[in-house]
């Protein structure tokens, strides 16, 4: 899918618009209600492992926000600052009014870390306020200057978690909890597959230890970040003065994580599901998982009447199970726009209720993903068995995703194999054995506009691509999107 | 409760905490809970009336904000207003980048009238797009110079509901479906009393034709404004040029609404239901709805062993039941202070177990609201018991709150005992016939510091408290909070 299409799709299926700013959008109701059923998912989770919500201010104040060194490094070029408060009118314009002009200026969070330890340190005292284990849903601004819809907004929602820890087994052990919920819901619910690992010391969050990374394929060969956990170590506590007294009375710093995902992976579950006909939601994160088409022609009022009752059978089924079903009763569109549109828009299943249908006393359904077709009798066991059809979409889109991402993968030992590959733009990841070094891995970003997506340690040595030295680490490299 | 007492309330019971800058608060987990409690419960309302959730941009264009002059009049000196875009460091300090200012000065939203009519200025085009039922949950930024937390924080989270329609009758059916939402809500879950009726030409929202609005009394003499629904007529579609093809063919503008509730309710709650002992939170909002606390001293093992047996069986019963249960099993902290602290964050119920409800076979279980107690075995039926107690506390909570509201609220025909009491600060509410006149609602102000809250349309005419002349109309007198 090239980028002309994504967008098109976008617009066409009602998910989003563009606004009046670059880089910002308008998610409509259809992608807003993926991203909110995203979210109750994640959150039912985090609830499960006892991480709970609060909601830290939106602007930053510059000294607060300023105190880590780091910070400036990561943001100082793309800040919404808040500068005054008032306008005035002058010759029937309005205009800023220079008086307002704040003390200080704020900065809309481009992430929370800065006000949320600032806070905690006045907060906790003892052993017994730990851990801390927090998570926001919230907006943040970030004013890229290269915007692409859901990949690249300068402003997105996204579920950011912070926690605070005794020591760093507490600490290591959340991350490890982490990583295995994201690569759950990343896998199970949004069918996506990903190479994990850790990212080199040039592309990690400054002011962590380590990032560890969730890392696939879109559009066949550029490469797209899903999720990111930071392990801060004492480095957040010590820069914000996060202290607690432990068990024996002495003052400790405490160890820090965070970690989050965002309406980006509404863009990645469109490039990655689609095809020629559109979106291909999976059914755990679908606004609408079944839609019902009659077919009707000459608008036949006795037709009409036997499916409506078929459609109210049907709806008594689902009732109250979380199963959303939409009927398009629309006499007036014939069932080939229908289908057209509601394939477009990725809508998991359609029921197809027609004259033939009525006389067999059965329904026809079809799947989105594959257009297989399935002729089911209406009765209690429907619901089960369309329960059943939906954990084969999700398995399938998983599966098909995974398979061309592999596809797209190469493993490779040649550096001017390697270099050519990328020219030629054939391949998504190429995996490689690679000793750490970063100017090895400028020179190699200034010869292949790759960079390395992570770093995974391995048990077996073998020769790095670039320099021949013996190494136990092979890196991924890739473009990013 | 004054102003001391309420803060330190809100920071004691762990809701919410100050930020660094005026206005700004952090929602701790405790608090943000009842927020998404209150959310939760709207939301589900909202869906089943096919209100759908957006997001639109956190930043509004001035020259998109500012295209209604309501808007200039409402907002133009209480904004946060974005003017730049990144930093420079100079002598190791960070400063505003100059060349980074921004061609257009953008608006942290207030509220989002604007941008959303601006929008679907493009996107609608016939009667099948009406009406358009959509709602968002967002924050908003107005920086008010009077700040008092949660009642008028410079940021604040709400819901905001907009929507368009075809004609007046059914832009006047929407106002009257979300006024009965609101209502419901309201009394029902929250057990909030209040007064209902339309605000005056001086106090609407500017650009509404008419705001209906919903009016308590805080701290026996002040007023708060609950949540308002605006009538726009076509004012808005007017100004942003929303129109639409009616089924003959003809171009025709919209008619709009706007509606909203914010975290200021949970301000209201706490001034309402608190007691000298702490928060008392309606069960239908509590984060958490029982709180059990064991009765052991000397770290009697044996007894330990035993209340935790029945906790686990309390536990079984209420299990997958949407109950929150909370057991202190905490040994190193005295009973009494565990009934302190958890008075203090108002749980509903608290359930105590002991010796004497061992060897008895009960438990204690004792009513925050008035502390009643109740001796009940440990069964099934303990679930529908306990529903019992949470739906009386709730009809409790509401009408000891109505029957203080109604203590001071007084119907006053003279206008020397009005200005009196209200300069005695001895009431609420005054209602008196009141013919409507801009002049001498601004003289009243003058003299009393009150202002209208409401008006009422009644059957039975009557004299004006002001000018003695005939009128058909009361209104409602108060001092804003």
Redesign the interface.
């Known amino acids: 899918m090239n980028n002309k299409n994504y967008i098109k799709l976008i617009i066409k299926s009602k998910i989003a618009?563009f606004?009046?700013?670059k880089g910002?959008?308008?998610?409509?109701?259809y992608g807003?209600?993926i991203?909110?059923n995203i979210k109750n998912i994640l959150n039912n989770i985090l609830i499960k492992t006892k991480h709970?919500?609060?909601?830290?201010?939106?602007?930053i104040?510059?000294k607060?926000f300023?105190i880590d060194k780091n910070h400036?490094k990561n943001f100082?070029?793309?800040?919404?600052?808040?500068?005054?408060?008032?306008?005035?009118?002058k010759n029937n314009k309005?205009i800023?009014d220079p008086k307002s002009k704040l003390e200080e200026?704020?900065i809309?969070r481009p992430t929370s870390e800065s006000?949320i330890w600032?806070?905690y340190s006045?907060?906790i005292q003892s052993y017994r306020n730990l851990p801390i284990l927090?998570n926001q849903w919230?907006?943040i601004?970030r004013?890229e200057i290269r915007n692409k819809i859901f990949i690249r907004n300068s402003?997105f929602?996204l579920q950011e978690g912070h926690t605070g820890h005794k020591n760093k087994i507490e600490c290591i052990n959340e991350i490890i909890k982490i990583k295995n919920i994201y690569k759950k819901f990343i896998k199970n619910y949004l069918c996506i597959p990903f190479i994990t690992g850790f990212k080199t010391n040039n592309e990690k969050f400054s002011g962590a230890k380590f990032t560890f990374t969730f890392e696939t394929i879109i559009n066949n060969y550029k490469c797209l970040q899903l999720a990111t956990i930071h392990y801060f170590a004492k480095n957040f506590s010590k820069v914000y003065k996060v202290k607690y007294t432990n068990k024996k009375g002495k003052i400790k710093y405490i160890w820090c994580t965070s970690w989050g995902i965002s309406t980006r992976l509404i863009g990645a579950i469109i490039m990655i599901h689609s095809d020629k006909n559109g979106l291909i939601l999976p059914p755990k994160i679908a606004p609408i998982h079944i839609i019902i088409i009659p077919i009707i022609y000459n608008n036949n009022k006795n037709l009409i009447y036997k499916i409506n009752k078929i459609v109210y059978k049907i709806k008594k089924i689902f009732y109250n199970k979380n199963i959303i079903i939409k009927y398009d009763n629309n006499i007036y569109k014939k069932p080939g726009n229908k289908f057209y549109k509601y394939e477009n828009k990725g809508i998991p299943l359609r029921i197809i209720i027609g004259k033939k249908e009525i006389k067999n006393n059965i329904i026809e359904i079809v799947r989105r993903d594959n257009f297989k077709k399935y002729y089911y009798k209406i009765n209690n066991k429907l619901y089960n068995k369309i329960l059943k059809i939906f954990k084969k979409i999700q398995i399938n889109l998983y599966y098909k995703a995974k398979k061309k991402m592999k596809s797209n993968t190469l493993i490779i030992n040649n550096y001017k194999i390697f270099k050519n590959l990328f020219k030629k733009k054939k391949c998504g990841f190429i995996i490689a054995y690679y000793k750490i070094n970063k100017y090895t891995e400028l020179k190699i970003k200034k010869d292949t506009n790759a960079t390395i997506r992570c770093l995974i340690k391995k048990k077996k040595i073998g020769k790095c691509i670039y320099t021949g030295k013996i190494t136990n680490y092979i890196a991924i490299f890739g473009k990013s999107y």
């Open positions: 618009f606004s009046e700013i910002f959008i308008i998610l409509r109701t807003y209600k991203w909110e709970k919500n609060v909601y830290f201010p939106l602007l104040p510059k607060i300023f400036i100082y070029k793309e800040c919404a600052i808040v500068t005054h408060s008032k306008f005035i009118i309005v800023l200026e704020l809309i006000i600032y806070t006045k907060i927090i919230s907006n601004i004013l402003e929602i």
